[in-house]
């Protein structure tokens, strides 16, 4: 019986463009990563990160951090509900401001006239333009605009969130299956019944999961904003710090481990539940 041997078929050429991209990416990360190492290397003192001195400050601090004082105990309690508050109330502004920007900035719902492509262009760059400026920098404005206190922090995660949720809604919708939303319009529905019955029902879900996951995001930042005088309790780390309290600074550093170690179990369960 004769047995006939079938080869591989031929592998297919690789363009050129492809090759020349590749090679281009691949010199690019090698000059970036060179680079990396040159300035880590050319300013990186070790012996001065571990000199003598810094040793014997960090046997000085770390085991009075360890020594937890409780003098302060419900005013730290006080301003991390105070924090958790800055935090929630930002990202739920934020959250109701992404929804329409959300929709101006999905390249299916403004279509492929000229002014649908003008308003997602701009508020595309609205967006982009929002999310370049840190927390920090926006609190830094707000507190020397209306005062240093809580309302500052609201509104610098407020529109710090805002850019952020606003992309994230933005490439949801664009996921959205447009058959549905055709048959709808097929059948005679106008856009608002399109809306509340084609397309929430499939954003709605991821929607309120990147509200979440942002809201774990903005417990950290609106701890920082305190040190600004943005509220919350960063301003009682600065207070401690320099004073020297470091066991008081050691009980708020627990305090604020436990809750955002609350807030991440309570959130990635309900992220769970709902995707």
């Known amino acids: 019986m004769n ?104 390249k299916n719902m403004m279509g492929t006239t000229w002014y649908g492509k003008t308003i997602f262009g701009f508020f595309k760059l609205w967006l982009n333009a929002t999310r370049t400026f840190p927390e920090i920098l926006l609190a830094l404005i707000f507190v020397a605009s209306i005062g240093p206190n809580p309302f500052a922090g609201v509104l610098a995660i407020a529109i710090g969130s805002t850019g952020m949720l606003g992309k994230l809604y933005g490439e949801t919708i664009e996921t959205v299956d447009m058959k549905v939303v055709e048959a709808m319009e097929a059948s005679g529905a106008n856009r608002i019944q399109v809306l509340f019955y084609a397309i929430l029902p499939q954003v709605l879900p991821q929607f309120i999961s990147y509200a979440i996951y942002r809201f774990e995001i903005d417990v950290r930042a609106s701890t920082i904003l305190g040190v600004i005088g943005a509220g919350g309790i960063g301003t009682l780390i600065v207070i401690s710090a320099a004073n020297r309290n470091w066991g008081e600074v050691g009980l708020i550093i627990l305090s604020i481990i436990i809750v955002v170690t609350i807030i991440d179990y309570f959130s990635a369960y309900t992220r769970k539940k709902l995707l």
């Open 3 to 106: 047995r006939t041997i079938l080869g591989l078929p031929p592998k297919k050429p690789i363009p050129m463009k492809t090759i020349l991209n590749k090679t281009f990416a691949g010199l690019l990360f090698a000059v970036i990563v060179g680079w990396s190492i040159y300035g880590i290397h050319d300013r990186l003192n070790l012996s001065r990160v571990f000199s003598e001195r810094t040793i014997e400050r960090a046997q000085t601090v770390i085991p009075q951090l360890i020594q937890l004082n409780g003098e302060q105990f419900g005013r730290i309690i006080h301003l991390i509900i105070e924090t958790l508050c800055i935090a929630f109330t930002g990202s739920l502004m934020a959250a109701v401001l992404a929804v329409p920007l959300g929709f101006l900035t999905a």
